[in-house]
């Protein structure tokens, strides 16, 4: 018997909890608390009372109450898919209850966009004594791209060199403006200036100033800008042969021209300002009045192609290979009501869950994905709704 408590009930978590739901060979209890109780009542009426036993209110950034939740539910694993600042208190929570831990994004400070995994690797010796494991970033991006990496390095070559993440949303909600996961996370993610790996060191660049057309499979070309994404940063402490790491994003003009103006005149800004006696966060002001990235499914049309280039050397020779997968926008959403963007997200985290539940992917400590044998998790992503295909390219990706 294995008892889950998943915490959010946004458009990843509405994804999470219908898979888990929907395989009581490794879920057999679903618990689900976030802020707003009655968007996990929602969610526990769509994927069945008799799967969801219980919703709660929580707060998730208040340590105590968690703990309190976590004694009473008393899961075997907590599913975190609220937002990236809450972290750390979800891990401390496990940590203080006895309970091993998931997410799909590394921790952010809320005053401070900065994205890097040392805050939650500094808690590996507290896992590891605790008996404990805590698995970090089970989404697509990161999540699915560390574990293609993985199983390019052990299956395809002796030696990797260069990694280019690719990422393409070639789909089209028909609305002016609107981001595919929550908002305030994604602005403040793609407006941070961009940061590669090459020879040895960090390299930055301005904000989305780098740009590639590049070809992707069943959706064609699209122009693809140079970011920081966080799997980088794990994939390149682990396969230390890297000599370049890169991660690229799909963006249309009209996207690119919006997120300028709003930029432009303050709106993304994470700096508290006065407004009507009180104080308000721009971009938490702007998250507010954009679409929900859940109701974007209905009538969402078009492909996601999310893949990893690699070239590496294979019995002395070089050559380069690409994994990826296609993701529908309206498949999504006649499985589980949801876009794409949600559903390559959530599916991951729920794979993530079933290894460590069978104990297939388990050790106590806090681990990446590419730091487990990435088979069982390609195989489970071919069974779940996110199969995936291997090419030999030709050349190596754009120098
Ligand atoms: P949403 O904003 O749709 O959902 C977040 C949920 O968390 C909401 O239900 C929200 O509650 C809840 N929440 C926020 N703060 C608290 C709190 N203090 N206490 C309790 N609950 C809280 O986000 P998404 O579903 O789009 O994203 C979820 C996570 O997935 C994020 O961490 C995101 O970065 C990550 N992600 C990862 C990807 C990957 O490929 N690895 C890709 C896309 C997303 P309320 O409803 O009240 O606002």
Redesign the pocket.
């Known amino acids: 018997m294995s008892r889950v408590l998943i915490?959010?009930?946004?458009?990843?978590?509405s994804v999470v909890v219908k898979k888990c739901a929907s395989l009581p060979q490794y879920f057999s209890e679903i618990y689900l608390a976030?802020?707003?109780v009655s968007?996990c009542e929602k969610l526990q009426q769509e994927a069945g009372a008799d799967r969801v036993k219980e919703v709660f209110a929580?707060?998730?950034?208040n340590v105590p109450e968690l703990v309190s939740l976590i004694n009473k539910v008393k899961p075997d694993l907590v599913i975190n898919?609220?937002?990236?600042?809450?972290d750390l208190t979800i891990m401390d929570a496990c940590l203080e209850t006895g309970v091993h831990y998931l997410d799909?994004?590394n921790y952010e400070p809320k005053d401070e966009a900065k994205f890097e995994y040392s805050w939650q690797w500094a808690y590996q010796d507290k896992f590891k004594q605790a008996g404990l494991m805590a698995l970090l970033?089970s989404?697509?991006?990161?999540?699915v791209t560390n574990v293609y990496t993985a199983y390019a390095a052990k299956h395809y070559f002796d030696e990797i060199h260069y990694l280019d993440i690719v990422d393409c949303n070639g789909g089209d909600h028909g609305q002016a403006f609107a981001t595919n996961?929550?908002p305030e996370?994604n602005i403040r993610e793609i407006t941070q200036r961009g940061r590669f790996w090459e020879n040895g060191e960090w390299k930055e660049t301005d904000p989305l100033s780098v740009r590639e057309d590049l070809d992707y499979q069943n959706i064609g070309v699209r122009a693809s800008y140079l970011m920081f994404h966080e799997e980088l940063e794990s994939l390149v402490k682990h396969f230390p042969t890297l000599k370049r790491a890169r991660f690229w994003m799909t963006f249309g003009d009209a996207y690119l021209t919006h997120l300028r103006v709003l930029e432009g005149i303050g709106m993304t800004s994470i700096e508290p300002i006065e407004f009507q006696g009180q104080q308000i966060v721009p971009l938490e002001f702007l998250k507010a009045v954009l679409p929900d990235?859940?109701s974007l499914a209905e009538g969402y049309t078009g492909k996601t192609c999310i893949g990893t280039y690699i070239t590496g050397l294979k019995d002395g020779k070089e050559k380069t290979i690409f994994i990826w997968n296609n993701c529908d926008h309206a498949a999504c959403h006649d499985e589980v009501g949801a876009q794409a963007?949600?559903y390559?997200?959530g599916v991951p985290a729920m794979i993530g869950a079933s290894l460590m539940l069978e104990g297939q992917w388990m050790k106590p400590g806090v681990w990446n994905m590419e730091q487990f044998d990435p088979d069982p998790f390609m195989e489970r992503l071919n069974q779940y709704g996110l199969p995936w295909q291997v090419i030999e390219c030709d050349s190596p990706f754009a120098k």
């Open positions: 915490i959010g009930a946004g458009g990843v978590s976030s802020r707003t968007k929580v707060d998730a950034d898919v609220a937002l990236p600042y809450q799909t994004a970033g989404g697509f991006d990161p999540g996961f929550n996370i990235p859940g963007v949600s390559t997200t």
